[in-house]
């Protein structure tokens, strides 16, 4: 069965560094999206991603994320200068746009 | 931002019972629902959905139920099995495809 993979699955960073959190998704799925869940919160939209730009962005992303898909499979996440409250899980998920989005197994990202 | 409510942190079923799990939206736009499954550590993994011109979904031992002039559906599982153990999200979108998600229901099934 076709899945979303992320990588990597924990990732430490100190404050103020870049992170660059991967995702490839479901090959013939054509949008994109980045989620978060701070732990014991609930799941949080990010952005969205279509046709090679950002089709919906939430508060949460602010001029220190980033999205971009560098070749056909990868889609990635970046967090410019990390910051504390930055520290939950992604989740990358896709879609065909006709059905459900499906969600990768997350990346648990620690700031220190 | 509570567009999506599950007003039940936890809930506790007995094997072979049912599970009732229950979530509320205040947005009217909302047109298709969904319901994912969360183990720890794990992605949301899908499980079934309804759109708004529909009042019953069923797949199998899941079934969800969606009352629009109520602004409420439910997740029905039965009979419930240990294996269901999990944190439930019930989840939203409006005509695109961003999802609204609940806060999430934790269902302990005990055997």
């Known amino acids: 069965e076709p899945e979303v993979t992320q990588t990597p699955s924990h990732q430490v960073t100190q404050m103020g560094q870049e992170v660059i959190l991967r995702c490839v998704p479901i090959s013939n799925h054509l949008y994109f999206y980045w989620y978060r869940q701070i732990l014991g919160q609930k799941v949080e939209f990010l952005v969205s991603f279509y046709n090679n730009e950002i089709s919906e962005k939430s508060e949460i992303f602010d001029d220190q994320f980033s999205v971009e898909r560098p070749d056909g499979s990868n889609f990635t996440l970046k967090i410019r200068s990390t910051k504390l409250e930055d520290s939950a899980m992604y989740f990358c998920a896709s879609s065909s746009g006709e059905d459900e989005a499906f969600f990768g197994q997350g990346t648990r990202l620690t700031v220190v | 931002d509570q567009q999506v409510k599950q007003n039940s942190p936890s809930l506790s079923v007995q094997e072979g019972r049912i599970s009732i799990l229950n979530c509320d939206y205040t947005?009217?736009?909302?047109?298709?629902f969904l319901w994912y499954k969360k183990y720890p550590a794990e992605g949301p993994t899908f499980l079934i959905s309804i759109s708004s011109i529909k009042d019953k979904n069923e797949d199998g031992r899941f079934t969800v139920f969606l009352n629009k002039s109520a602004k409420h559906l439910s997740l029905h599982i039965v009979p419930s099995q240990p294996g269901d153990s999990a944190v439930y999200f019930c989840a939203a979108s409006a005509g695109g495809n961003k999802l609204v998600f609940g806060a999430g229901t934790i269902l302990r099934v005990k055997s």
């Open positions: 947005n009217s736009m909302f047109d298709y």
